[in-house]
């Protein structure tokens, strides 16, 4: 798409290879061709041919020209913002009904290969908004906007749904569906496909495919999977928690439920991330409930990531995790929480350049996705590229002003920069929002040791000391709490500790800030080894 809006504006003129790069990948390395493949993709859409076009000319050894006719596609759609779908119940605990019908929808949207289609998380920005839908199209720069109600009564639901052509405000289609709840997964693909067909979006294979692939679902267990997905989308250890007992709820009800496995899956690695969950039931289950999912359903995209994300946190299986995730994204290429956790992935590997541009492409596809910027804070962490990272920690704490995890993020910056001070208000704060989670306390001791706070260091080392007799305690932080204080061996005994509980933070080995006083020493070495890092 901003290959196509840099070639428009430039309509008529010649515009470099060169330009284009620059234009559309200022800040990241890629090669020409990816250019020429995104150029090759929009032919496909417009069904230009390359010897003979009529939309997109290609200037040998020089670049491209816009040649096409900028009054006959001025209206046509081909980006697209779903805002929520509106409550009709007058019953706010119906809201998690309509905001997860709502990101269905997008969901349904979005695996349209020619539409590009905002994230839910932008989407939810701008619910209870009073503005015109003109300024919203400028604001996100699309074309289209469907807006509907939702009215759940009993067994039954009713959607309607309208397409407005966002910079005229011109209503073009409008339908209302009413259907059994089992059936909303049929409803769901009834609204995507009359979208689609209304904006003259030509349907490929795939997508046809896509939308037949419906079946009914268990209605209760279609409730409990909703729940799930709105206590998950509040990012909070107690949402998460939430989340887990209805996703579990809904694979009760309907084991056959392959999206629930994967909500399960996800909710338990990031509680193992927490420190929460210990590894075994964290990240262990969480791969055997990816499994599960994608022995149900082998297209789902989003059980290809969590299986990613369980391979190389349990598993230290890089090449395998890898393998996962670029299935994930070849199956939803918009799904940002895969370019997400790859990003993550490829950081911990030293591949920083890989892991920037996966961080930003989720950002692309979910500008106001919180969790992407502090990704891209921690690649830029682990990269040693303090003041980016900072910058990143920022931008998510004004997406999302409660996120414990930016907080210990921007602490772990200002650590590295030894702004102590600084560091322990940033993880003081992550503590109280986390609902004192176990990573954010140990963050704090770990800021204590470095600003030469030791008692109130050791203090936390005891906790975690007494902990340690019923359950695994994050060894890997607590070893940093030692090689904050100086002391190795204590540090080497619990990054022992961590590699034999499967410790999910492990991976960061060879790249963590925090343990480069110990990298000289042969036990360092010998962890890496172990660890298998591809080279």
């Known amino acids: 798409m901003q290959v196509l809006v840099c070639l428009v504006q430039h309509a008529g003129e010649p515009v470099s290879k060169e330009e284009l790069m620059r234009t559309v990948w200022p800040d990241t390395f890629v090669t020409d061709d990816v250019l020429t493949r995104s150029v090759s993709e929009l032919r496909r859409v417009f069904e230009d041919d390359a010897k003979d076009s009529r939309v997109i000319q290609t200037i040998p050894k020089r670049g491209y020209r816009f040649i096409g006719s900028l009054a006959a596609s001025s209206g046509l759609i081909r980006s697209l913002l779903v805002l929520p779908l509106e409550n009709l119940s007058g019953d706010p605990e119906q809201e998690y009904f309509a905001d997860g019908l709502t990101e269905e929808l997008i969901t349904k949207l979005a695996r349209i290969i020619a539409l590009r289609v905002l994230s839910r998380t932008t989407a939810m920005h701008y619910k209870g908004v009073r503005k015109p839908l003109p300024e919203i199209a400028r604001e996100l720069q699309v074309d289209g906007i469907v807006e509907g109600t939702v009215l759940r009564s009993g067994e039954r639901v ?110 338990l690695s990031v509680l193992t991330f927490w420190g929460v969950v210990p590894p075994d039931e964290g990240f262990g289950k969480t791969k055997r409930l990816a499994l599960q999912a994608l022995e149900l359903d082998p297209s789902l995209a989003e059980a290809h990531a969590s299986l990613a994300f369980a391979t190389v946190h349990y598993d230290y299986d890089f090449l395998a995790a890898e393998r996962e ?47 992407a910027h502090f990704g891209l804070g921690f690649v830029s962490w682990y990269a040693r590229r303090y003041d980016l990272a900072i910058e990143e920690f920022e931008k998510a704490l004004e997406l999302d002003p409660d996120a414990p995890h930016s907080y210990w993020g921007l602490g772990s910056t200002y650590l590295c920069k030894s702004l102590h001070e600084r560091a322990i208000a940033a993880a003081r704060r992550a503590v109280k929002l986390s609902q004192e989670a176990p990573i954010a306390i140990a963050f704090l001791g770990e800021a204590y040791a470095a600003a030469g706070q030791s008692d109130e260091a050791y203090k936390i080392l005891e906790q975690f000391r007494e902990l340690s007799k019923q359950r695994s305690v994050m060894p890997y932080f607590v070893g940093r709490i030692y090689a904050a204080l100086g002391k190795k061996d204590e540090a080497f005994h619990w990054l022992e500790t961590a590699y034999q509980e499967r410790d999910a933070w492990m ?12 990298r000289p020493d042969p036990r360092f070495q010998d962890l890496l080894r172990r660890m298998n890092f591809p080279p």
């Open 158 to 267: 009713r959607i309607s749904a309208q397409l407005i052509h966002a910079p005229t405000d011109t209503h073009l289609w409008a339908e209302s569906y009413d259907r059994e709840l089992r059936d909303v997964l049929a409803l769901q693909s009834e609204v995507a496909r009359a979208i689609a067909s209304e904006i003259q979006v030509k349907l490929t294979p795939l997508d046809h495919a896509r939308f037949g692939e419906v079946h009914p679902v268990v209605p209760e267990a279609y409730e409990a999977y909703l729940k799930g997905r709105y206590h998950w989308n509040r990012r909070s250890k107690e949402g998460f928690g939430k989340a887990r007992e209805y996703y579990q709820q809904a694979i009760t009800k309907d084991p056959a439920f392959a999206a629930a496995y994967s909500g399960l899956a996800d909710c």
């Open 325 to 371: 995730f670029e299935r994930s994204i070849e199956l939803n290429p918009r799904y940002a929480t895969a370019h997400h956790w790859f990003g993550w992935c490829l950081a911990a590997m030293g591949r920083y350049e890989e892991g920037y541009t996966e961080l930003k492409r989720a950002i692309r596809l979910d500008p106001h996705f919180s969790n």
């Open 507 to 518: 991976v960061f080995l060879k790249t963590d800030p925090r343990l480069d006083n110990l």
